[in-house]
């Protein structure tokens, strides 16, 4: 056998992305403590000896928000040999897993969560959305792991666009859609081309209800109806 061949550890890491009130993409992370500091970073954890990568993945989920079953999308291994060669993130590691680890290669999982929704972690103390536009420097390869999920969910909306609705409240105005599908899109849409466009989406249906207690224009709600763009599946943007 090769000398060269390496002997590693296999984790999971979630990017669980969340759209806030204030019509922000945000980031679900979580706290870990070295010493007297307190840190940010993804959620994630080794895989058990008896797990498929999947079953990690949702395990990871279910201990960070307690919710059984999110919808979950793996798209990149990282494994980089330099990529826990920190010393702090060496410690923190033979701390949390109570064994030498000197390399470790991740699955990366992206996920997504309506931020409203009451997080219920069993696992972690401390578990807070963080705004994509005001994230710190993260442990390991934490940014690189967020900027290339950012680059996959992007892919993931074209291809299905029924998937920017698990961000949204269930009732939403245009202005919100409008303003998430360009976060996450990155390009230049005229609202008023963005507004006549969806109207002719008979599964984005217009609801007798519109906003309250605003400082602007009250604008009306809508729903997205899944039955409906499962029968004509149209693209928002072509």
């Known amino acids: 056998m090769d000398s060269n061949f390496i002997h590693t550890y296999v984790s999971v890491d979630c990017v669980v992305f969340g759209f806030d009130h204030e019509n922000r993409l945000n980031i679900l992370l979580v706290e870990r403590h070295l010493d ?123 291809s299905d666009f029924s998937i920017i609705f698990e961000l949204l409240p269930k009732r939403f105005t245009i202005r919100q859609l409008y303003q998430l599908y360009s976060a996450l899109s990155e390009k230049y849409i005229d609202i008023k081309n963005f507004h006549k466009k969806i109207s002719s989406f008979n599964y984005i249906v217009p609801l007798d209800e519109i906003e309250t207690n605003v400082s602007h224009r009250a604008a009306r709600y809508y729903k997205f109806d899944a039955k409906i763009y499962k029968k004509n599946n149209t693209k928002l943007i072509k």
């Open 36 to 158: 007297e500091e307190r840190q940010i970073k993804l959620p994630g954890s080794l895989i058990l000896s008896d797990e498929d990568v999947d079953d990690a993945a949702q395990r990871v989920l279910h201990e960070l928000t307690g919710i059984k079953k999110m919808i979950l999308k793996q798209f990149k291994c990282f494994a980089d040999p330099m990529r826990a060669s920190s010393q702090d993130d060496i410690k923190w590691m033979g701390m949390e897993y109570k064994h030498h680890i000197d390399r470790i290669i991740t699955v990366a999982y992206l996920s997504l969560c309506k931020i409203d929704h009451k997080i219920n972690s069993s696992k972690y103390n401390t578990v807070d959305w963080c705004p994509i536009d005001k994230l710190p420097s993260l442990p390991f390869d934490h940014n690189k792991i967020i900027n290339e999920s950012l680059i996959e969910i992007r892919k993931w909306i074209e």
